[in-house]
């Protein structure tokens, strides 16, 4: 069983930068792929961005390439999310996920994903 709790989700205006932080239980964090989702208002979940157990392998939703950037430390047994030049359309809710299956080409999918956090609020102003 694995527990999740982001935190760092506030208002920031529009080209500002935020760090999301996802404090995760367990002992067996490093096996476990983690991801961020994030959600509109109105609008379906979505991929963000997802990282392996071992830090080496990411992906990232052609949304965000190039302005996020998600990272892990095994040893605090936490997931970040660092957002850059960050837009408008970034509002949402970010959920952080793990997945405890390291099979890489299902990082993307939601569904593959067994436990999520309850969210943090990001809202960028224009």
């Known amino acids: 069983q694995v527990q999740l709790v982001e935190s760092g989700g506030r208002l920031v205006q529009a080209g500002g930068s935020l760090r999301l932080s996802c404090a995760a239980s367990g002992r067996t964090f490093s096996s476990y792929v983690m991801g961020w989702f994030r959600q509109a208002p109105g609008k379906e979940r979505e991929f963000v961005a997802a990282?392996?157990?071992?830090?080496?392998?990411?992906a990232y939703a052609d949304s965000v390439k190039g302005r996020f950037t998600i990272s892990r430390d095994n040893a605090k047994k936490t997931v970040y999310l660092q957002m850059n030049s960050l837009k408008p359309e970034d509002t949402a809710a970010y959920y952080c996920?793990?997945?405890?299956?390291?099979?890489?080409?299902?990082?993307?999918?939601?569904?593959?994903?067994?436990?999520w956090g309850q969210g943090t609020q990001v809202t960028v102003s224009s």
């Open positions: 996920a793990a997945k405890s299956a390291q099979t890489i080409a299902t990082m993307r999918m939601m569904g593959r994903y067994d436990y």
């Open positions: 990282l392996s157990g071992s830090g080496v392998i990411t």
